[in-house]
């Protein structure tokens, strides 16, 4: 019985294996491969609008900065592989991984207190943007000899002092407050709003000379248990250039006595 069965099935098989032939000749095939064909995986598009910023005459031992935004409107995740400085006196750091349709931030530090005349320092940074795998940034100074003019930092167009790092002490159950001065002096700049905050720091902008000059206004809340916090608040700009910096914070908080 079992050999006129195998028999039996072994005279069909030609005829389904010519079933099958004839389908891919007759363009049913040609279908599922237009459709693979057409597939392509997902892949990320960086948009960088700036890649460099000049900051014209400033002195030594200032401190000069820049934060680039970098933008993924592909369709795949942008992930940073590598972003590194041509010089030990530049920082350099960025945004790790950037979602589809989101932004990350790619920063450059210089510290000049050993540079002279016209520098211009730069970092490259590596992505899997198949279209666009290195991207570079650079800043650019003249960096005059003399005492500088005020104690602080440049961030791209604006001027923040004493910095843009801030430490507040307060007793537990009391409050704290620290100010910063940021001034726009090549070009006007905006200062809209703050951002962040949590339930330990609140801030604000004050008017100075719109424009010109502000002031951030940062208040410690209270805090009856003792310990080390810290957070940052962004402060939000009109400039295409700058369009958020952060003010990172720190708080020591100390039992009552």
């Known amino acids: 019985m079992l050999p006129t069965l195998v028999r039996r099935m072994f005279k069909l098989l030609p005829l389904c294996l010519t079933i099958v032939i004839s389908g891919v000749a007759s363009g049913n095939s040609s279908v599922v491969l237009n459709e693979s064909a057409a597939f392509t995986a997902p892949a990320p598009r960086a948009v960088v609008p700036y890649t460099s910023f000049d900051f014209g005459d400033v002195y030594a031992g200032e401190v000069i900065s820049q934060i680039f935004v970098i933008k993924n409107l592909g369709d795949g995740e942008l992930q940073i592989q590598s972003f590194k400085a041509d ?3 530049t920082i350099a750091r960025s ?8 932004q990350g931030t790619a920063q450059l530090e210089i510290k000049t207190v050993s540079q002279s005349g016209l520098i ?3 970092a490259i940074m590596r992505t899997n943007d198949p279209n666009q795998p290195t991207i570079v940034f650079s800043l650019v100074a003249n960096v005059l000899h ?3 003019l005020r104690q602080g930092r440049y961030i791209g167009p604006v001027f923040v002092s004493p910095d843009s790092r801030g430490a507040m002490f307060a007793t537990a159950g009391k409050n704290a407050r620290i100010e910063f001065s940021v001034t ?3 070009a006007p700049v905006k200062l809209l709003r703050v951002e962040g905050g949590t339930k330990y720091f609140a801030g604000r902008v004050e008017d100075v000379e719109p424009g010109r000059s502000y002031k ?3 208040d410690s809340l209270p805090n009856n248990a003792a310990g080390l916090y810290t957070d940052q608040l962004v402060v939000v700009t009109d400039s295409p250039m700058l369009p958020a910096f952060t003010i990172e914070l720190t708080l020591r908080v100390y039992e009552r006595q």
């Not at 790790?96 to 989101?102: H, L, R, S």
């Open 87 to 89: 010089c030990g006196c």
């Open 95 to 102: 945004t790790e991984v950037i979602p589809p349709g989101k």
């Open 120 to 122: 211009s320092k730069s």
């Open 146 to 148: 003399g005492a500088p």
């Open 184 to 186: 726009a002096d090549a």
């Open 216 to 218: 951030i206004v940062v």
